[in-house]
């Protein structure tokens, strides 16, 4: 294996997510492409929180970024704007990544994932 995505997202569950990926990473030599997106048609969204969700997933991913360094995995930051599983699809292809990462709390539908994505999937609890 390569190359990992790991979806990120603010979640009590990311966490252990991140750790989990970084540890598999770590053991395989491999590259994590971290990917947060932001959903501008998420309800009630206006100019000033979508910067506002841009900053706090930047935030996010740096703390990513900051746990791969200490572990020496080589790592990409993603921010995306659009449909979260769309784009986790999509860049999961792009990327030719062998193994998406996600959260088991994450807002994403798990079996839709599962069914969209043509790339091994792991919900890390």
Not at 19 to 38: H, P
Not at 50 to 70: G, H, N
Request: net charge negative; hydrophobic share 40%.
């Amino acid at each position: 294996m390569e190359r990992i995505i790991l979806y990120v997202e603010d979640t009590p569950g990311m966490a252990t997510a991140v750790t989990w990926a970084l540890r598999l990473a770590e053991g395989m030599s491999c590259r994590v492409f971290a990917l947060s997106v932001v959903d501008p048609d998420a309800p009630h969204r206006r100019d000033n929180q979508t910067s506002d969700a841009e900053e706090s997933a930047w935030s996010q991913l740096y703390e990513v970024e900051d746990d791969a360094f200490q572990k020496n995995v080589r790592i990409s930051l993603l921010l995306e704007t659009g449909d979260p599983l769309q784009k986790l699809v999509g860049l999961s292809s792009s990327y030719d990544a062998e193994l998406i990462v996600a959260s088991a709390d994450c807002r994403l539908t798990c079996s839709e994932l599962v069914r969209q994505s043509n790339r091994p999937v792991v919900f890390v609890k």
